[in-house]
T-cell receptor, first 110, second 116 residues
Framework: RKEVEQDPGPFNVPEGATVAFNCTYS??????FFWYRQDCRKEPKLLMS???SGNEDGRFTAQLNRASQYISLLIRDSKLSDSATYLC???????????FGQGTTLQVKP | NAGVMQNPRHLVRRRGQEARLRCSPM?????VYWYRQLPEEGLKFMVY????????ESGMPKERFSAEFPKEGPSILRIQQVVRGDSAAYFC??????????????FGPGTRLTVL
């Protein structure tokens, strides 16, 4: 079983739609979680950190459920520029190693 | 403040040759991580280094791969006797991580290695 699992998609949505991505992790010792964005196999860029209390940044909302070992990302009012691969990431142990999910591909259509 | 720099951006090698990938961390960062992304797959951790020390190499293949981060100069990921399966994007990240604390890792643009 992969340590971080995501539905690879693709998710094809129209502009303005709301879309949700889910992610599960298997290592209960994972300390922190992030969503990264990757465009066309370029370098990953940090989108936002994920907290148990939930956090929101504009149109993006991230949530962590430690009991279910489940992480989510909600994108409201999708834009064409949101088209990318979204990577669910767990921070593992004290060495600072990031564990990446396979990524979920989003394609926003006009 | 320049970001993480990697060179070369693209590298072509024939089977059996050596590949050397370089990474210069962001200014003020003393922690370097290497990740590999195979075609159609996610990023996989390879190695974590601090200056002159390998902290965690649990993701490194046992043979042909080595990494260093000398006191002066960039971090080097070295692949000896490359095979076609080594073709991938190799990303370097750096952080000012303080031991035991979470911090953001900033990624370089990657080196795309193609083995013919």
């Amino acid at each position: 079983r992969k340590e971080v699992e995501q539905d690879p998609g693709p998710f094809n949505v129209p502009e303005g739609a709301t879309v949700a991505f889910n992610c599960t992790y298997s290592n209960s010792a994972s300390q922190s979680f992030f969503w990264y964005r990757q465009d066309c196999r370029k370098e990953p860029k940090l989108l936002m950190s994920v907290y148990s209390s939930g956090n929101e940044d504009g149109r993006f909302t991230a949530q962590l459920n430690r009991a279910s070992q489940y992480i989510s990302l909600l994108i409201r009012d999708s834009k064409l520029s949101d088209s990318a691969t979204y990577l669910c990431v767990a921070f593992s142990g004290n060495t600072g190693k990031l564990i990446f999910g396979q990524g979920t591909t989003l394609q926003v259509k006009p | 403040n320049a970001g993480v720099m990697q060179n070369p951006r693209h590298l072509v090698r024939r089977r059996g040759q050596e590949a050397r990938l370089r990474c210069s961390p962001m200014k003020g960062h003393s922690h370097v991580y290497w990740y590999r992304q195979l075609p159609e797959e996610g990023l996989k951790f390879m190695v974590y280094l601090q200056k002159e020390n390998i902290i965690d190499e649990s993701g490194m293949p046992k043979e042909r791969f080595s990494a260093e981060f000398p006191k002066e100069g960039p971090s080097i990921l070295r692949i000896q006797q490359v095979v076609r399966g080594d073709s991938a994007a190799y990303f370097c990240a750096s952080s000012p991580l303080v031991s035991g604390m979470t911090d953001t890792q900033y990624f370089g643009p990657g080196t795309r290695l193609t083995v013919l």
